[in-house]
Each structure stands twice: as C-alpha cells, then as structure tokens.
DNA sequence: TCACGCGATGTTACAGTGTATCAGCACAAG
DNA sequence: CTTGTGCTGATACACTGTAACATCGCGTGA
C-alpha cells in the first residue's frame, strides 16, 4: 500500500491483517473467550482496511453469495471486539478500526486521521496522557476513558503534496 | 445548580445563558453576521443546559404554543453556531453543549463529561497542547483540529458519593 | 438420552442522527 | 421593480444504533 518508513509505527498495512487475527486467536484462547466466524470475519473486514469502516460498510462486505450479514450481527461482533481491545472506535466518524499496537491496556490512544487520504494512524504519548492526568486531577475530576482523535494531514499526504 | 468552587472554572450554570447570549451578539455584530431568532433560541437552549443536548432535543424545546421547529433548521443553527466557536460538538454523544469559555480561537479544548451526573466541564491545558503538537510533528502528522473527551466522575459526584 | 441453560446469531422493527433538495420569504443592491 | 443572497420551512431520505424475540449449537447435569 504505502511505504513511508519514517512515520509507521504500527504497519497498518499489508500483512496486518494476519497479524490482527492471530493475536485474536490468542488473546480469546487465553480469556476463554469464542472467537467465531462472525467475529472473525468482521475483525479481518476492518483489519485489511487503513480506512474506518462503517457498520453498514462491513456488513454488506461480508454480505453476497447467499450469505446475509445483518447490520445488527455486525454491531454485536464489534462491541465485542472493542470490549477486548482488538477494535477500535472513531467516535467523529462513527466507525471502525482495527487495532494496530499490543498497547497495555490502559494506554492513552492517539488518533491520526488524515483529511486527504482518510487513513488512520494509532499513537500513544505516555507525555500526554501525563500531561493530562495532570490537568484532570487539577479539575478535581476522575477519568475512566478518553478519546483524543486529531484530523489533520498525513505524512504521506504531506509528501505527495509538496512533490507536486 | 452545582456549587463546588474548587473545580468550576467557566461557571457553566445558572447566569451563563445570558453571558452566552450577549457574547454571541457582539460576535455576530464584529463579524457581520446574522444572529436570528432561531439561532439565538437554539443557543439559549443549549446554554441553559449543563447536559448535552441533542438536535432532537432542542428542536422539541423551541416547538410548542404553535410553533414547530424541525430538526433540520436545528442542525443549520447549530453548524453556524459551531463554526463560531459558540457551541462545541460532543462526538462521543452526538450531541452540543454552549461554549463557556471566551478562549483563544486557536486553544486545544478538553471536555469532561461525567458519567454519573451527565454534566459537561470544559477545560483547557496548554501542556497538553504542547506534548500533543510535539508528538504529532514526531509522527510527521500537520493536525488541523482536535477532539478530546475525557469520561469520568466530576468533582461534585466525587464528593457527593464519599459523603454517602 | 433428554431436558435445560447459556451464549451467539438471525430477523424484524424501530429509534436516533444527519443530509439533500426544493420552495418560500425577507431584505439589500442595482 | 427585479435580482440576488442568505435564512428558514418542509419533505424525504440515508446512515447509525438498539430493542425484542426466535433459533441454533453446545455443554452440563439429571
């Protein structure tokens, strides 16, 4: 797909998917959680694309050849697959990510989302998330989630750009 | 409403919906822009409210006594609104709350929403801006616009509860 | 073996959120 | 007066998400 190097830290593309799956695989073995064919092929939906994919979008991709995939079934294989850490939301596009990192699960996500090509890039800052439990507790208020996403301009796009 | 001293920074109550209002005036006048009836009454709904408000919502409140409002004007008041900093957009809700500070145009915000009570602070934190701006430009990414929500408890259910 | 419970999925219906489109209206400029 | 522009009204529709109920498969215990 695109080959940049300097920013890519996670290889979204390519052979992500594989990678996604069988950390799938594993993390649901060792949770003894079911790991089924729904759930499975919607994670590898998601996984094969940089972009966020809607419900709807995976639905009618796992849809054809006599197979129906309602919208429903879709929403109930994703809150699965957030709930353990291997999908990620986009809560500006109502959509859906695969998650690129092994992150500990209590990291701070950052979100890239590129306004000219539509990818999404995941981060973490552990400065941030200091900087801001800095700010909370000053609040007086106790977080339990966050969600920081950033709209912007990818490195890729930036190149291409400047090139032209 | 809510009297806690410590974490109040935009004094979000009770007189705001004034303060709003004639703040949205001056606005609309410097800029020569029109602040109509239908844009002010959607401002003063969303003000008067700590909550977030959704469009549905609002347009229920301004219908009524012959008067019937439909979602759609809702979501064009609300666009102009936002575009002017006015009222800010709560993307994990889908839903707005009125803009309390008089910020910088340029100043990163950080929403607190508290799970318990449903109300919505606003904050800002330069450092966070700052350790955010410095990991983007590692990552190569130009950011044009930021969304950070924090949920959690707020100070005042905080307290509340260990009093219980 | 059979009944039962339980979790996952299928199905339909519906609620909530947001946009496209066209028409009317007011008001200012020419 | 005419024209254009920006705001609003109204209808329709697309997209996002949830509720409720039926079904299926599978393990477990009677």
Redesign the pocket.
């Known amino acids: 797909m695109h080959d940049l190097g300097a920013v890519h830290e996670h290889a979204t593309c390519c052979g992500n998917s594989v990678d996604a799956l069988a950390r799938a695989e594993r993390l649901c073995a060792e949770r003894d959680?079911?790991f089924?064919?729904?759930?499975r092929d919607v994670l590898e939906a998601v996984a094969t694309e940089t972009k966020p994919l809607?419900?709807?979008?995976i639905a009618e991709r796992l849809s054809g050849q006599g197979r129906?995939?309602?919208?429903?079934?879709v929403?109930?294989?994703l809150d699965f697959l957030t709930e353990n850490g291997l999908v990620h939301r986009i809560a500006s596009r109502?959509?859906f990510v695969s998650c690129g990192h092994q992150h500990g699960e209590g990291a701070g996500l950052v979100f890239l989302i590129c306004r000219t090509c539509g990818s999404i890039d995941e981060t973490t800052s552990p400065e941030v998330d200091d900087q801001l439990d800095r700010t909370l507790a000053k609040a007086g208020f106790k977080p339990s989630s966050r969600i920081l996403e950033v709209e912007g301009e990818c490195g890729a796009c930036l190149g291409r750009e400047s090139r032209s």
Chains 1, 2 share one sequence.
């Open positions: 959680l079911q089924t064919r729904l759930r809607g419900a709807y979008d129906r995939v309602a919208a429903v079934s929403y109930r294989a109502n959509a």
